[in-house]
C-alpha cells in the first residue's frame, strides 16, 4: 500500500509540474529584439483570427492582433512601440512577436491565446534575457612570502555568470569568486582572486551560461620577476620609497580631490534635477499636442463629411431610369425602368469574373458636365456602381464587393443599404455616399464625352432606383 501511495504522489506531483511548464523558450540579448513563436492549426482566413500576447493578465496585453490588423487600445503602456507582429505566417499556424529593445523587465512567461472557428487556445513561452559583460581586467592585489594574489573584476553580466581561473593546460585553479548585483541597472559583476607562485600563465574567464559564451582574459610573469621582487634588496628599497611617495602624495592631494568630488556631485545632482524638470515639461508639451493632433484629425474627417453631404445636396439631383437596350439576356429590367436584378446569381470570385459588359446595364440619360445625385437601393454587397461613358465603352465604377470598399462603407451580404451616386463631371470624381453612417468612397478619373449612370448585378437581388 506504502509503495503505491508514493507512487501516485509521484505522478501527482509530475502531472502539475508539467502544466506549470513553458511550452518554449526564447532568449535575448538586452537591448536587441526578442521572437516569440506561436504555432496553431493552419487557418485558411488569417482574418477570421484572433491572437492576443499577454503576460500577468488578459489584459492589458503585451499586443493584439483581430479582425486582420493590430490592436493597441489596450497595450500595456511599456510596450508601447516596441511590439511587432508578423502577419505573413498565420495561415500556416505561426504568429509571431517581435519585442525590440529588450529590457530586463521583460524577461518571464508570456501567453499566446488564439480563436478562429469557434476553436481556441493557448501558448506559453518563456523569455530570458542575458547580457554580455565586459573583458575581465587582471590586476596585482597583493604580495607575500613569494606569492602573488592576482585579481580578475568584469562587469554588465546577466543572469550571474560563472568565473573561473585556467592554468596554461586549461585546468581550473582553486579561486574565491564574489558576484554583485547593481541595484540601478540590475546588472551583475563578479570579482575571483588566485594566488600564483609559479611563472606559468593563467587566464580568468567568465561565461553567461544561457549564451553559451564568455570572455577571457590572460597574464603570465617571467621567472626573473619573481626573482627581483623576493630576492633583491634593492628592488625592495625601491617598492618602499616609491610606496612612501604615494603615501605622500595622497595625504597631500586626497583633501583636494575630495572637495572636487564633493562640488562636482553636486553639480550633477542639480543637473539631474534641471533634466527631471524638463522632462516633466516635454511630458506634458508632448501631450497636449497629442490632444491637439487627433482634435485636428477630427475637425478635417467632419469638414470631409460635411463637404461631401453638401455636395449631394447642392447637385442636380436625378431620376434616374435604366436602358433596357444596354442589358444582356443575363439581366432582367423592369418595365418601369427603376429596378434590374440576374435572375441565376453569379459568384464575383476573381476566377468566375467575366470580360465585357455581360452583367451590366447602363442609364437612359448622359451628362456632360455639373454635378449629379441619383439614389440608388441595394439588398447586398455583390454589386457594382458608378458612371460609364456609353455602351460597351470606359467604366468608373466602385465595387461594392470589394474588400477594402467593403470595409470602407462597411457592407455585409444580405442586407438592404440606401446609397447615393454623386458624379463630379469637372472634377473628375464619382463618389458612393451612406448616408446613415455618413461614410463614403470615391474614384477619380478625368471625363470626356458624355457619361451615363452604370450598374453591374451579380446576385439575384434587385437593385432598385428612387424616382
Known amino acids: 500500500m506504502w509503495p503505491l501511495s508514493v507512487s501516485l504522489l509521484f505522478l501527482l506531483s509530475l502531472s502539475l509540474f508539467h502544466y506549470s511548464l513553458a ?7 538586452l537591448g536587441s529584439s526578442a521572437r516569440l513563436l506561436c504555432q496553431f492549426t493552419p487557418v485558411v482566413d488569417a482574418k477570421n483570427v484572433e491572437i492576443r500576447w499577454f503576460t500577468r493578465s488578459f489584459r492589458p496585453y503585451v499586443h493584439q492582433y483581430k479582425n486582420g490588423e493590430d490592436n493597441y487600445r489596450e497595450q500595456m503602456e511599456e510596450f508601447r512601440g516596441r511590439t511587432e507582429f508578423l502577419k505573413q505566417d498565420i495561415t500556416q499556424g505561426v504568429g509571431t512577436l517581435i519585442i525590440s529593445n529588450v529590457t530586463l523587465a521583460d524577461e518571464g512567461r508570456y ?5 478562429f472557428d469557434n476553436r481556441q487556445g493557448e501558448v ?6 542575458a547580457a554580455m559583460g565586459l573583458n575581465p581586467l587582471i590586476s596585482i592585489e597583493d604580495y607575500q612570502q613569494g606569492e602573488i594574489t592576482l585579481r580578475c573584476e568584469s562587469s554588465g553580466w ?11 593546460s586549461g585546468n581550473n585553479m582553486k579561486s574565491s569568486v564574489e558576484i554583485n548585483n547593481n541595484e540601478e541597472t540590475g546588472l551583475f559583476h563578479v570579482k575571483t582572486a588566485l594566488r600564483v607562485a609559479s611563472d606559468s600563465a593563467v587566464s580568468c574567464h567568465v561565461r553567461n551560461d544561457l549564451l ?28 618602499m620609497a616609491a610606496s612612501l611617495v604615494v603615501m605622500v602624495i595622497v595625504i597631500i592631494v586626497t583633501p583636494m580631490i575630495t572637495i572636487r568630488f564633493q562640488r562636482i556631485k553636486k553639480l550633477q545632482s542639480e543637473i539631474g534635477s534641471l533634466k527631471s524638470q524638463v522632462s516633466k515639461f516635454w511630458d506634458r508639451v508632448d501631450g497636449a499636442w497629442c490632444k491637439v493632433d487627433t482634435r485636428l484629425g477630427q475637425v478635417g474627417e ?3 463629411r460635411i463637404n461631401i453631404m453638401k455636395n449631394c445636396l447642392c447637385a442636380n439631383k436625378v431620376s434616374v431610369m435604366l436602358d433596357r437596350g444596354t442589358a444582356p439576356a443575363e439581366l432582367q429590367v423592369e418595365e418601369n425602368g427603376r429596378s434590374v436584378k440576374r435572375p441565376t446569381p453569379l459568384d464575383p470570385k476573381p476566377e468566375n469574373s467575366k470580360d465585357g459588359f455581360d452583367s451590366c446595364v447602363i442609364g437612359t440619360v448622359g451628362f456632360t458636365s455639373g454635378k449629379h445625385c441619383w439614389e440608388v437601393e441595394i439588398q447586398d454587397r455583390y454589386c457594382s456602381i458608378g458612371v460609364a461613358q456609353g455602351p460597351q465603352q470606359g467604366v468608373v465604377a466602385l465595387q461594392l464587393y470589394d474588400l477594402g470598399h467593403k ?18 463631371y469637372e472634377g473628375d470624381s464619382v463618389t458612393v455616399f451612406r448616408a446613415d453612417m455618413i461614410k463614403w468612397i470615391t474614384e477619380k478619373k478625368e471625363f470626356k464625352g458624355t457619361v451615363y449612370p452604370f450598374f453591374e448585378v451579380l446576385s439575384s437581388n434587385p437593385i432598385s432606383l428612387s424616382e
Open 23 to 29: 511550452d518554449s523558450v526564447s532568449s535575448a540579448v
Open 111 to 115: 501567453s499566446c491565446f488564439y480563436e
Open 124 to 129: 506559453h513561452v518563456e523569455l530570458k534575457v
Open 158 to 168: 546577466y543572469p550571474a555568470p560563472a568565473a573561473t581561473w585556467q592554468d596554461e
Open 212 to 239: 553559451g559564451a564568455g570572455k577571457q582574459s590572460s597574464v603570465q610573469f617571467a621567472g626573473s620577476f619573481y626573482w627581483r621582487v623576493d630576492r633583491s634588496g634593492i628592488s625592495r628599497f625601491i617598492m
Open 302 to 304: 467632419d469638414r470631409n
Open 407 to 424: 470595409i470602407h462603407l462597411g457592407l455585409e451580404s444580405d442586407q438592404t443599404y440606401r446609397l447615393y451616386v454623386l458624379l463630379d
